[in-house]
Structures are given as structure tokens and as C-alpha cells.
């Protein structure tokens, strides 16, 4: 039932809806019998109905898998009537009783939001995120229908959603939206956030006119822990293995909550810690096509070692002011530390020997020719914070203030949101050693499997030194947000919402780069073999016995090393290395709406509103004039305002039969490094970017169909498809052999434009049973097909729309008793265009991905359980591909990992 509420009346109805251990029922169907008043539950099981006539009445309440209760309650004048309702499970199927265990009554609080949601979601709750062996949410999104996740160092980070690219989704925390730690783009950062710190996501695929509209694919809304009913303590300790590092793995969580002053102070505090070390083995190709042939450019071997630290901690508190007014504080801090070395074997400049015939087959796609070889590595300063690694420290707290008040005739809803995101890369070094004219063996007769490496790995130790630096990195967003809401019925059929809206943001990024020259460089070491160094090949390296990735300058050696003593080294401050990328952007949002919620008729529930929102942004940079080696300010605006109306209409034709139909219109705005207008100029690898600031806020007119059957038994069948139009489209191209008047000739040139118009489609399918009593299936499948207009110099080609996987696929299957849980889960992503080059031979394509996991627990007691996971059994790659399947651009392995540990739930 759509929320309505009876119009010119003088009472307050407002409760609580639990279950029988007391943990509240998000997502419960109210209805008032004999009328179309109703309600559904929030986030905490409570509800509230306003302007009810003096009078009885009779509150029925509905929740799959639970037995459905009434209760007789009184309206007076200018009172309010409070009512709790504690259901109990009722889940059967024919005379067979299903197994009703932790799995099962998570996923029923996800299907009861889902389904009374007044718009097309997918729901995750807290308990489905435990029964998945997922660390953090960006693994627990992923198989969600119609969501793929490109991954980093093996976890997923950020979102794709119905083929729409990161940058044209949004991230929410508590509705609020939340600021990026990255420099360059918008993307939130979902391997970040541990997923034990959230207690429910929700995928907006079809938002709100009270929604903020940045949200061309979807909306991810995540929802921190509220305070319990009661004294609730619970936690998690774990250990593990990751194969490839053979390192343990540590995490610890806990949560404690209660309610204080006659249950007018809910309290919840929660901390998560995970500590995690593990690597890849990786190997790298850029392929271009010579006179003779499809070969190398250039080749890299690349051996990581990473450890990662995630602290984080979430507080919230509620005080209930009176009856009809309530107030909330809450806060999230995420601390995630990697410290990584990598060492990097690079055979370069290639295509100058393929070129000039200097070359020798030795046998079908095996060459014997020269290139520059390098060996580099990636560390930092050794003292006890940055460890000789790069440490990259990434914050994100945000802090919020808000209130609910019910008056007769009005529901207010307001809040302030503080927000900061930052990344942190303090004393970052490198060090390599290189040497041109080396012979080398290449060998590209398994394009899948191309290689480039010296012929004589002695020759490792004689290569000649190249460079030292140290840079500095920091990047800050802070994001200040206000909303104000209202909710006012117009008639007993509906209510009109009306609100607005304010989002200011600032973001910063200030970097240096400092070149060290020794001053006697045969003391400090001619030659790799002259300074302290290890070999990091490895017989078992996951990409192939045959990628020896050879011997590097110890990190231990580069991390001691004093490079402020002028006896010892010479200092260069070199701005090309960094100016062009320090920018400041300033974007102020402000936004207002109006949404009528109609209640046609028993069944049938219409929502027509529109939004406004005015986007103000002004954006400094620097241009480096690499002649006269200066720097030159840059500065821009942009201010534009879109008019977003949109229709939703829900249908019910019988109590758990749902049909939805949405009419949106949504935007995704420019990257703000990408509006500015630099140049970044790499004379060593031959490569330049440039920022665009004509370009223009994509905008896109969704139209979205769903049809949902839930089961009393907690499961659901569904269908649905959508189709979006959208217009002016940002995509980022590279092209090869580029000419620049003031860069020079032959580079590889990067940067953002505007498309003309693109066109997304696709079907969704998802089904979710129990059977045989202990038995319960999850399957989910989407189609999605895309095309494109307006690609310079492309117009003649049939492009896709970059971030468009044609299908994706989740299976799982479980077993559940009252003591034993266990889930094998599969997830699947066809392979897809990630970025377009300058023809098709250089598109760049994001390889089909499977994963498979497994999960068991076993409860000890009904509070404690122990429990085992095992993640990315499969050894899935990250593979990109240039052109075609079969030519690889890079792979890179993680091998698989492991948890055990135990879990209690504690609670009133």
C-alpha cells in the first residue's frame, strides 16, 4: 500500500512493529481495516499515521513469513495512540514447514522492504550480507541483479549499475551522499567500507522525485546500524589465509546497543577491524600494429605486495523528545591503510625495433630484437607509520543531525550532514634502474599469453641507473549537506510531499614531486647489482612459471636512504610531474521537489512529481608551459539548472503479486578534475591527458517495468525491463600516434568528451525459493544492450556504451537446519568496453569474470556459531583486453582465501 492518510482529523496512530526476539520488522504492511489508510514500517519497525478522526479502529498487520495479527486501538482529540505488535513466524508451504533460521529471516526483512517500497529496489539486509563470505560491501553488491563490480588488488571497489559506468551512479550513507577519496573523480570507494558496519543496502533502480537525481544507473542508499529494542551485544573474530601471500588474516567486530531513560535513548556503537595481507601477480601489454605484424609495444611483469588495514566505527544515537518528536545523532568513521611494494620489470620502446626491421624470427611469434628494459621500485620512507611501502591512507567520517516531528495535520523530517573524504600519500618513492639496447625475447605466438623479457637474465644486475623520487599526495573532499522535508495529506486517498534541498561541496587535491640525483653515483650504486636488492621471481607465479619478474633494489635500502642530505643528493623540485594535477573545485547543489502520493484505489497507487536542481561549480587549475617551465592558473564555471519530473505507478493485484511502471529523469555530472582545462605531459612514456571544461552533465529519461510475486514462505519470482535515453554522455579516449603543437609528435593522447546520445536496454529475472524444508535457490539474471552516437571519429561504428556487461548471472544454493548453515554462491560478468582508444584496435575491454564462494556456520548455541568461508575459489583474474579476447592487455591473479571464526548475538 502506498503511505495515505486521512485528511481533517484530529489523531496520532504511531508503534512499532518486532519480532519475537525482539529485533524490529523493517518493510511490515499496515493497513487500518475498512479504509486505504496505511503505512509500512521503517528502517527501525516504526510507523506513524497521521490526521486520524476521534474513533475505533482496527490496525492489521502484514510480513511474509510471518502469521498476520490485528489490534484495536482509539483515536481521541489531539491525542496519539501507540501500539507494539511482536509477530510470529508462520512460514509454511502446503503441511511442510520451512527451516525459519538466520538466513532466512534476513532474507524475509529484505523481501517485505522490497515489496512495499514505493519504488523498483533490490534489498540487502544485514543477515544476507553475513550468510555471503563478503568483507566489505562492494563484494556483497555484486549480486544484487543487474549490478557488476570492477575490482582492485581482488576486491570489488567500484559499481557498475545496469551497465551504467561508476562515475553515473550515486553512493549514499542514511539517504546523505558520500564524499570520494579519490582525486580525480566522484567514485566512491566500496572496498572501503566493511560490510559488518551496515545493516541494510538498498538499490534505488528507479529513484524519487525526493531522491537527489544523480542517478542515471541507480541509487546504493547505505543504512548503518540503529539502536536496538533492547540490550544487544554481539561480535565477530575470525582468522584466516590468503593463498597467495600464505599470510593469516585477522578481523574483529563488535556491536553493542540498548535503550536508556525509559526507552527514550536508543544507543548503538559498533567497530570493525580487518587486517589483511595478500598481493598480486600481474602482467601488463600495450600491443600496436607494426609493418610486420601485431606486436608489442611495451611489456610489464609486475609483482605486488600489499597489506591492508580497515578500522572503522559507527555511533548513533535517538532521543524521543515526545511522543510526536524525536531527534538523532549519527556518525561513521572508515580508515583503510595499504601499505604496498611493487616491483616492475618493463620492456619499452619496442615498436622503435619492430619498426626498423632490427629483429630476428626464431620461430612463429618468437622474436629476438632490443628494447629499453627497467626494473622499478615502488616503496617509501621506513619509519614505523609508512613502513618502507607506499602507504596510502584513505579517511571517510561523516557525521548527521536530524529530527522527525509529527504535528495533526504535518510530518516534518530535517537534517545536517558533515562529511570529509581524504586520501593521504606521504614520503612515496621510487627507484628504478634501466638500460636501452637490451636483447630481449618476446614472444606473442599465445597473444593471451604475450611475454617480454631479457634474453640473459644475468643482464638484470648490469642494468644502469635511472632515477629516485619522493612525492607527496593528498587529496580532500568536504561535503556540508541540508534537507528539509514535509509530508502534508491533502485528502484521505493521498499526501502531498514537498522539500528542499542543499548540497555544498569542496574538493582539493595538493601534490609535490621531487627528483633525487646522487651526487657520486658509482658510491650509491652504477648498477643494480651495486646496491642491496632481491630477486622476486617466484617458480609459482600465477600468471605462468614463465613470467620471472627478475631481481629489484631492496624497499629497505630505498626507504633508509636520507634524500634531504645535500652531500648526497641533488634536489629537483619538477613541476610537470604534479602541478597540471593540483586543482580546487567548489559545487554548491541546491534543489527542491514536489511529489503527490495517491492512493487511486485498493489496489492501484500512483506518485507524479517533479525535482529542480541548480548546479553551481567553479574549478581552479594550472597549465605547465614545458618551454619556459612556468606555471599559468586556470580557472572555469559552470552553472546549469535541470527540471526532473517523473511518474511511478504501483499495481497490486493480489495481496503478493506487485506490477510497477517508473517514468524518470536523472543526470550525472562531469568528474571535476575533467572540467579542468590542464595538460599533463609524460616526455618518458610518451603520453598526454588533457580536461575538458566544455563538457556538459549527462542527462538521462529512464523508463523502467517490474513484475514481482512474493511467496508467504519467503521467496519471490520477478521480471522486468528497462530502456534509457541518454544524452551527452561523458567518455574518456585515447589515441594513439597523436601530434601535439606543443607536446610533440607520436603520443598517446587521453581525454574526456562528450558523446552524442546513447541507448541502454535490458530484461532482469530473479527467483528465490525454499524447498525440500531445508533447501533454499537464488538465481538472478540480467541482459543489458547498449549503443552509441557522437564517438569522434567513430560516427560509422556500432560502439556500445562503455561499463555495458550484455549479461550477468548469480546463483546460489543453500542448506539450513536450526544448528547448520551452508551456501555455494557463483556470480557472473560478460566481458564489456571500458574505455574506447582512437580506433577499435585500441578500445580497451574489462574480460568476463566468475567467481565462486562457499560459506558454512554451525551453531553452537542459538547466540553462538561458528563459522568458515572461502572466497574466490575459482583464482578469477582481473583481465583487460585490447581490441579482441585473445590479445591481453593485463592479467592479474590473487588466488583464493579463507576464514574461520565464531559469532555471537546477544540480546533482550
Not at 527501525?44 to 475505533?56: A, P
Not at 572496498?191 to 534505488?204: A, C, F, G, K, Y
Not at 618502507?388 to 579517511?395: G, N, P
Amino acid at each position: 500500500m502506498a503511505t495515505t492518510l486521512a485528511a481533517y482529523s484530529q489523531g496520532i496512530l504511531k508503534g512499532k512493529v518486532v519480532d519475537e526476539q525482539n529485533l524490529s520488522l523493517p518493510g511490515a504492511n499496515l493497513i487500518i481495516k475498512g479504509t486505504r489508510i496505511g503505512t509500512v514500517t521503517n528502517q527501525n519497525g516504526e510507523f506513524s499515521i497521521l490526521n486520524l478522526e476521534s474513533g475505533s479502529y482496527t490496525l492489521q498487520v502484514t510480513y511474509l513469513g510471518y502469521m498476520t495479527q490485528e489490534k484495536e486501538f482509539e483515536i481521541t482529540d489531539g491525542g496519539t495512540a501507540t501500539l507494539r505488535f511482536e509477530l510470529t513466524e508462520g512460514a509454511l508451504e502446503g503441511a511442510e514447514f520451512v527451516v525459519f533460521g538466520d538466513r532466512l529471516k534476513g532474507q524475509a526483512r529484505a523481501l517485505n522492504q522490497q515489496k512495499n517500497n514505493a519504488n523498483i529496489t533490490n534489498i540487502v539486509s544485514s543477515d544476507q550480507i553475513g550468510r555471503f563470505p563478503d568483507a566489505n560491501i562492494g563484494d556483497a553488491l555484486k549480486r544484487i541483479p543487474g549490478i557488476t563490480m570492477q575490482n582492485d588488488q581482488g576486491e570489488a571497489r567500484n559499481i557498475i549499475i545496469r551497465g551504467m559506468a561508476p562515475q553515473l551512479n550515486s553512493v549514499t550513507l542514511n539517504g546523505e551522499r558520500i564524499p570520494s577519496a579519490e582525486g580525480d573523480n566522484r567514485n566512491v570507494q566500496m572496498d572501503l567500507i566493511p560490510s559488518d558496519m551496515i545493516q541494510t543496502i538498498e538499490v534505488n533502480k528507479a529513484v524519487l522525485p525526493n531522491m537527489d537525481a544523480d542517478a542515471i544507473g541507480g541509487s546504493v542508499n547505505l543504512v548503518t546500524r540503529q539502536a536496538p529494542n533492547g540490550l544487544r551485544i554481539s561480535g565477530t573474530a575470525a582468522s584466516g589465509i590468503n593463498l597467495l601471500s600464505n599470510k593469516p588474516i585477522w578481523t574483529g567486530a563488535v556491536v553493542l546497543g540498548n535503550r536508556f531513560l525509559d526507552n527514550k535513548l536508543g544507543v548503538i556503537l559498533s567497530g570493525s577491524y580487518n587486517n589483511h595481507n595478500f598481493g598480486s601477480d600481474n602482467i601488463e601489454a600495450v600491443w600496436y600494429e607494426s609493418d610486420n605484424g601485431t606486436v608489442l609495444e611495451e611489456f610489464d611483469i609486475r609483482e605486488y605486495r600489499v597489506q591492508r588495514v580497515r578500522r572503522s566505527a559507527t555511533l548513533a544515537l535517538d532521543y524521543e523528545l515526545s511522543k510526536n518528536h524525536k531527534i538523532f545523532l549519527s556518525g561513521m568513521y572508515n580508515q583503510r591503510d595499504d601499505w604496498e611494494n611493487r616491483f616492475r620489470m618493463r620492456v619499452g620502446r619496442l615498436d622503435d625495433s619492430f619498426d626498423d626491421g632490427d629483429y630476428t624470427q626464431t620461430s612463429p611469434g618468437v622474436y629476438q630484437t632490443f628494447g629499453r628494459v627497467e626494473f622499478e621500485t615502488k616503496g617509501g620512507l621506513d619509519n614505523d607509520r609508512i613502513k618502507a611501502a607506499r602507504l596510502e591512507d584513505q579517511r571517510v567520517y561523516n557525521l548527521t543531525l536530524g529530527g522527525d516531528h509529527l504535528f495533526q495535520k504535518l510530518k516534518i523530517d530535517w537534517n545536517v550532514t558533515y562529511a570529509r573524504a581524504s586520501e593521504e600519500r606521504p614520503n612515496e618513492r621510487y627507484i628504478s634502474y634501466r638500460s636501452s639496447g637490451q636483447n630481449v625475447r618476446v614472444d606473442v605466438s599465445n597473444p593471451r599469453k604475450p611475454l617480454a623479457i631479457l634474453s640473459n637474465p644475468a643482464d638484470n644486475l648490469t642494468i644502469g641507473f635511472n632515477g629516485l623520487s619522493e612525492q607527496y599526495g593528498l587529496t580532500f573532499d568536504e561535503d556540508l549537506n541540508a534537507r528539509l522535508d514535509f509530508k502534508l495529506p491533502y485528502s484521505d486517498k493521498g499526501i502531498l510531499q514537498f522539500g528542499a534541498r542543499y548540497r555544498g561541496k569542496t574538493k582539493d587535491r595538493s601534490n609535490n614531486f621531487f627528483e633525487y640525483e646522487p651526487l657520486d653515483e658509482d658510491s650509491f650504486g652504477a648498477t643494480l647489482g651495486d646496491v642491496p636488492n632481491q630477486n622476486y621471481s617466484d617458480p609459482n607465479y600465477l600468471a605462468g612459471s614463465q613470467y620471472a619478474v627478475g631481481t629489484f633494489v631492496d624497499p629497505k635500502f630505498l626507504g633508509g636512504l636520507n634524500l634531504k642530505n645535500s652531500g648526497e643528493f641533488e634536489e629537483t623540485d619538477l613541476l610537470e610531474e604534479y602541478v597540471p594535477g593540483n586543482y580546487n573545485a567548489r559545487e554548491n547543489i541546491t534543489g527542491a521537489f514536489v511529489m503527490a502520493d495517491h492512493q487511486v484505489s485498493d489496489k492501484f497507487s500512483l506518485i507524479a512529481g517533479v525535482r529542480v536542481e541548480n548546479t553551481s561549480i567553479n574549478y581552479e587549475g594550472n597549465i605547465f608551459d614545458i618551454d619556459n617551465e612556468t606555471v599559468s592558473p586556470a580557472a572555469g564555471s559552470q552553472n546549469y539548472t535541470n527540471v526532473l519530473p517523473g511518474v511511478h505507478l504501483k499495481f497490486d493485484p493480489s495481496e503478493n503479486t506487485v506490477l510497477r511502471f517508473a517514468w524518470t529523469n536523472t543526470i550525472a555530472r562531469p568528474n571535476y578534475f575533467d572540467l579542468v582545462p590542464y595538460a599533463a605531459f609524460s616526455p618518458e612514456d610518451e603520453e598526454l591527458e588533457r580536461g575538458n571544461p566544455n563538457l556538459k552533465a549527462a542527462t538521462s529519461m529512464n523508463f523502467d517495468l517490474m513484475a514481482e510475486r512474493y511467496y508467504e514462505n519467503v521467496g519471490l519470482i520477478s521480471g522486468g525491463a528497462f530502456y534509457k535515453d541518454i544524452d551527452d554522455f561523458v567518455y574518456t579516449i585515447t589515441t594513439q600516434g597523436f601530434t601535439d603543437p606543443q607536446f610533440g609528435s607520436d603520443l598517446q593522447y587521453s581525454r574526456p568528451e562528450n558523446g552524442g546520445t546513447a541507448t541502454v536496454y535490458g530484461l532482469e529475472a530473479s527467483f528465490q525459493r525454499q524447498f525440500l524444508k531445508n533447501f533454499g535457490i537464488y538465481l538472478n539474471y540480467t541482459f543489458t544492450r547498449s549503443s552509441t552516437t557522437g564517438i569522434e571519429d567513430r560516427d560509422g561504428e556500432d560502439l556500445q556504451l562503455p561499463g555495458t556487461a550484455g549479461n550477468m548471472f548469480n546463483a546460489s544454493l543453500s542448506y539450513e537446519n536450526k544448528r547448520l548453515v551452508v551456501r555455494v554462491s557463483l556470480n557472473y560478468a560478460s566481458d564489456y568496453l571500458d574505455e574506447l582508444g582512437g580506433e577499435g584496435f585500441e578500445d580497451r575491454y574489462y574480460d568476463k569474470q566468475t567467481f565462486l564462494d562457499v560459506n558454512a556456520s554451525y551453531a553452537i548455541t542459538p547466540k553462538w556459531r561458528v563459522f568458515v568461508e572461502g572466497n574466490n575459489l575459482t583464482n578469477q583474474p582481473l583481465r583487460y583486453y585490447q581490441g579482441i579476447a585473445e590479445r591481453t592487455m593485463q592479467e592479474e591473479f590473487y588466488n583464493a582465501r579463507f576464514n574461520f571464526g565464531l559469532k555471537f548475538d546477544l540480546f533482550d
